[in-house]
């Protein structure tokens, strides 16, 4: 076994699990086109196999996020005993409040007390759904802003929010957390009203210690220093969950790391020097992506691969060394040392680590070899398109 990867670091990459969303299974796209793709899901029970694929193959992808009322279901018991049957479970549930015609003008801070109270009903909805399938995690992301300045109160809606999220929190259960997800701009155009980390924080700290805020990479003004958000929350300890994904232009929901594998590891190195991946840590490790033109199974894979790769070169960093680089004013030398594991290549490490446990040295071929996409690909026809559209 190569020497690259200490004990230490393979037991950090052995704890290491990344939760899939089952809306990346589905068809999706852009405003302009959704194209099929054949063997598309046409069940929450058929996203949750299609998932189950990338935990066979790369051991990283034990949790499945869910999303309602999307992957509404009669019998949540079965849905838990079907996921358990394909060796996965059931992690965060999302909840949706942005495809209903109620929610013109805002849910949680709309300025009529029955939409809110709708709003609210849907998340005790989630939790109840959370309480079937055992999650701890109700993520609430908002579409809610306006688009022309004087069109909203945004003092009172800061205000409303704050009412409606404390009533979701009052109903949690005492293992259960709220996580709130801050986006800069879309669907609203002018304003919004979880826009950053700042308002995400001041919401969730005024509900309790079980409210924590989703850093999701892709929604942020370009040129953000994502990982001073990363390092502060956790300095906090409200960083409750990640959405991973990677952006050229807005919120692109591409692969993970594919955009600028630079950037995941700058986030990744934060996230190691702030406790994120030690045993007691709160963070749940997501992807948030659609994959629009690629498949989405292997387009799964690479994502779980790339944030492994990547976590595996933030450890890498000698983080004695750059301390004393730091302290002794060594600016190139500091650089260099975070560089070096930056560039350092660990994927024959971490091939030869995986056959050590039983995995496949190649995910990706593993999975294109082994039939499933021809199965399915046969077997279902109709699959719907199970984000945007449902
Ligand atoms: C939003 C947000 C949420 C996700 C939806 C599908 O932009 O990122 O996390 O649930 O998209
Ligand atoms: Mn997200």
Not at 44 to 70: C, M, N
Not at 270 to 288: H, I, Q, T, Y
Not at 353 to 377: F, H, K, N, T, V
Request: with cysteine; charged share 25%.
């Amino acid at each position: 076994m190569s020497t690259q990867l200490t004990p230490d670091i393979l037991a950090v990459l052995e704890r290491q699990g990344i939760e899939v969303p089952s809306w990346a299974y589905g068809n999706s796209g852009t405003r302009f086109k959704v194209f099929g793709t054949p063997g598309t899901p046409r069940d929450p029970f058929e996203k949750i196999s299609d998932a189950a694929q990338v935990h066979r193959y790369t051991g990283l992808a034990p949790v499945v996020a869910i999303h309602i009322p999307w992957d509404r279901v009669d019998d949540y018991d079965a849905l838990v005993a079907h996921a358990r049957e394909q060796g996965v479970g059931i992690g965060t549930v999302n909840s949706n409040t942005f495809q209903d015609d109620d929610y013109k003008f805002g849910a949680l801070t709309h300025e009529d007390p029955r939409v809110r109270q709708k709003a609210i009903d849907h998340h005790f909805e989630c939790i109840d759904v959370m309480d079937r399938t055992g999650s701890r995690d109700l993520k609430i992301w908002l579409a809610e802003g306006s688009n022309y300045p004087g069109q909203a109160d945004m003092r009172g809606r800061q205000d409303r929010l704050h009412e409606s999220l404390a009533k979701i929190y009052e109903r949690l259960g005492e293992d259960q957390r709220l996580v709130l997800e801050y986006k800069f701009f879309e669907p609203a155009f002018y304003h919004t009203d979880v826009p950053d980390w700042g308002t995400s924080y001041a919401q969730v700290s005024a509900l309790g210690d079980r409210a924590f805020v989703c850093l999701d990479t892709g929604h942020h003004a370009p040129g953000t220093n994502i990982e001073f958000i990363v390092m502060q929350l956790l300095r906090l300890g409200k960083l409750g969950s990640f959405d991973f994904n990677s952006r050229f232009y807005a919120d692109d929901d591409l692969i993970v790391g594919a955009a600028d594998p630079f950037q995941l590891f700058r986030i990744l190195f934060e996230v190691v020097r702030g406790g994120g991946l030690d045993v007691d840590s709160p963070v749940a490790f997501m992807l948030d992506q659609c994959h629009n033109v690629e498949d989405k199974i292997p387009g799964q894979i690479r994502s779980v691969l790339n944030v492994q790769e990547m976590t595996a070169r933030a450890l890498l960093v000698d983080r004695e060394a750059l301390r004393r680089a730091q302290l002794a004013g060594d600016v190139l030398g500091a650089n260099a040392i975070f560089m070096d594991a930056f560039q350092t290549d660990v994927r024959p490490a971490l091939a030869e680590w995986r056959q050590s446990r039983g995995l496949p040295a190649d995910p990706m071929a593993a999975y294109l070899g082994s039939g499933y996409r021809e199965r399915i690909a046969a077997d279902r026809v109709g699959g719907t398109q199970a984000g945007w559209g449902a």
